[in-house]
């Protein structure tokens, strides 16, 4: 759907969205096509949409934030906007902080290069911080959804048996420990590069000569959360869609969805990742025409 998707949050039905996934314009130093705003006016910018999603948000409903950091004009230091983004979101406008999660793109390139490669005197900036917020504590989720493979250590730990014993730190780890519940429970970093570059969505702008949005997030972070707090059926939005991204992985897990962007060559581009809407993506607009 292309257009402000403030006006059409105002619009929404309150506690009717069971999950908003987004990844907003960064707070950087340099302007992007996509309209990204400084970090000093990134709050007064993100006010109205925090006021916004809350009201739209179910109780048992979550705001999932893909978030970088920025580095401060002309100094090696760094923006705090991210942080204090959090803080605007919990206390000004009632949201609880569920969890934070660090998304580390080890794919990143070394920048900014005048800190990281010309006089070395930093490391080069590979986290995204993602926060999981909700309207109250007890959002609807279950890491059941998001369980990945035993590391050969504990495969290993599995087949040879484990001695409960107190670790040095003194934490107890009890004989449940060797329990082959069949998957581990992720932690909260997130190992994701994001190095796509011939893909159906790629190749579909190329063709067709439409400019492709340039900050995409892979799939597999949408992914993560979509099947983490979300049920099949429930109604996912996407204030800032870009390629629609979240539409996409909303559509292939049986969720209904809202994807809203400004640029319209986004928008256009965005059809090539539905090949099975069969009439040019009208099966999307179906579904983002709320």
Known sequence: MRGDSLPLLRRMRPNSVDLVMTSPPFGLVRKKDYGNVS???YLDRFRPFGEAIYRVLKDTG?????IGGAWKPGTPTRSLYHFKLLVMLCEEYGFHLA?????????KLPTPAEW????RIRVKDAINTVWWLSKTPWPKASN???LQPYSPNMETLLANGYKAKKRPSGHDISDKFA????AAIPPNLIALPNTESNGAYQRYCEEHGFTQQPARYPAELPE???RMLTDVGDLMVDPFGGSCVTGEVS???ERRWICVEMIEDYLKGAVGRFPSSGTAGSKTAAKANF
Request: hydrophobic letters at 40%.
């Open 39 to 41: 970090a000093n006016e």
């Open 62 to 66: 979550s705001l999932v934030l893909d």
């Open 99 to 107: 969890q934070e999660f660090y998304w580390w793109n080890p794919s």
């Open 116 to 119: 990281v490669t010309v006089r």
């Open 144 to 146: 059941r959804r998001v």
């Open 179 to 182: 329990i082959n519940n069949g």
């Open 224 to 226: 993560y959360f979509i």
């Open 251 to 253: 559509e292939r897990l």
